[in-house]
């Protein structure tokens, strides 16, 4: 070789290295909130694979406890970028001007095991066998314009039922109240409903997704001016975030990798999500709790103006809300379903 | 003897001015209200401005508005009268168990040996903490909210009690002793309304802890109900909302205050 070539070569490599990251982000340092649920192994696949390394984003893990500080924690600044459900506090900051909708993260889908519908053991026993039996129960909630709240007046509207709703602040004291019989049903997701059903606690009487068949349970969001100002870092973001999430479709739902594959997935997913439990303890859980997560993080917009919709029809959010308010659609793929 | 033998004073080598007074809190009813309009009109000024943004802040005459709807649409009483009934009862019941037991803590040793050490293990347990157990002792209704409120108005009532007691004049106890008076008497006649003082000035701080309880005894299952309403608002991030029940309770409070006050007044009219 001589020293010509040689220096071709080294100009080429440097080159193709030059493609690989992105020259608008390269290593910059961004905060992403999470909630330790398999919903955001997006975030988490993503980070350990080095997603979003390849992305040229130095990607700080925040965990929260809840959705609603993380939401505050958005609108302050404080993190950059995160997942959560549609709520009305959701659409109440994003009509301040403070955060933004840019896509879909955990949906229902018909075909796969998704949220289910509890009824309590005492309240299944006095005949809460189905659904449509749910005219004058007690329905738990974490607070008013949740996304409990939601699904269950959704589901009562169906039935033509009328429902009494408890707000009860956290996941914890539902189940407590659950199990106590102090209120009659619930909606959760899977890896909390059937352990619950399990134990005989309470008893699944039906699938939200009967009721919500592509219901977007939860969304990507950021700040207003993130959306708007940081269209490269964001972009980039919405990139590394969405190989994670091919990754765990495929390994969890389309099962491309086999068992084997599975259990990879499982010992990622468990450093973040049941981590105080041993593996095999943890592991059932995770696998419980598989739920589609948006392809591209695609965004369902049939679901979220219903949900917009409801939160004004309860008056739990402004009239004059729009879409465009909630919604930045320019980075990802919008599906009408 | 002075060189003027017609005035009086020439026997007084020098006149010496009051030197009483002071240390007595004066009442001057406006200043009060005039912090508190000053406070918001700079808060309007600020965000009216923009220089405080609505994510900071809401519009204090957008909470006006708020309030204002509250009350037309009526709500504003379904909220209360709940939230009133929960506070009566169950500041009530803790401040009226709470006064007897310091009483009795006050008054014998044995009783003092024992509940003392008691009263101290669970005078910072975070009642909010015990909510969900509340939930299974008493039920999701109102049975645990008053609970909730009356076991936080309980224990710094005791202590506020059974301290007043220990501080009454140990010189008038004796003399009621040296005139003869009965144990009963004493209590009745000097004991009693020599720790009114500390009791009353103990009750502020009981019933402003009620009142902070009340919010976290209606987190859980109230349907409706100021604290509900602000967990609620919060939840929603609706800070016109949030700040307008927030007033509401300062309301309360001051109100509440204010009662303390004429009834100090009232019951300890011996003093001046």
Redesign the interface.
Known sequence: MNRRKAITLIGGAAATAGLATPALSQNRKITVGALRFTSHSGSFIAFERGYFADAGLDVELKFFQAA?PM??AI??GSIDYAVTAV???LI??AQ???VKVIGGALSEEPGIDGQKILASDAAYKAGLTSPKKLDGKIFGM?????SFHYMGSKIATAEGASM??????KV??II??LK?G??DAWSIVPHIAKPLAKSGAAHIIGNVSDYLPNYQITTVFTSARNAAEQKGMTGDFLGGFSKGVADYNAAMIARTGGKDGVDDMVRLIHKYVYADRPLEKAAPSIINGTMRLNEGAALNLTSIEDQLKWFQSET??DADVTMDTLVDTSYVKTIRA | MGPDPDTEETDIARQVAFRGGGFAPTPYRWIGLAVFVVLVGLAEIGTQSGFIS??TLPKPSDVLLTFAELYDSGLLWTHLAPSLTRLAVGAALGATLGIGLGVLIGLFSYIRAGMVPLVAAIFPIPKIALL?LF??WF??DEASKYALIAFGTFTPTVVATYGAVDNVDRTLIRMGQSFGMSWKSIVRKIILPGAMPGILSGLRISLAIAIILLVAAE?????HGIG?YI??A?????LERLFAGVVILSLLGVLLSTAIGAIERYVLRWRT
Do not use: D, H, R
């Open positions: 609603q939401a505050i609108a302050s709520s009305g506090g109440s900051l301040k001007g403070a974490s607070t008013a314009g949740s009494k709703f408890k707000a009860l602040q914890g004291a407590g109240a106590s102090q209120i739990l959010v | 609505p994510l969900p939930v299974i039920g999701i987190m859980l299952g109230a349907e509900a967990l609620e919060g939840a929603l991030y609706n």
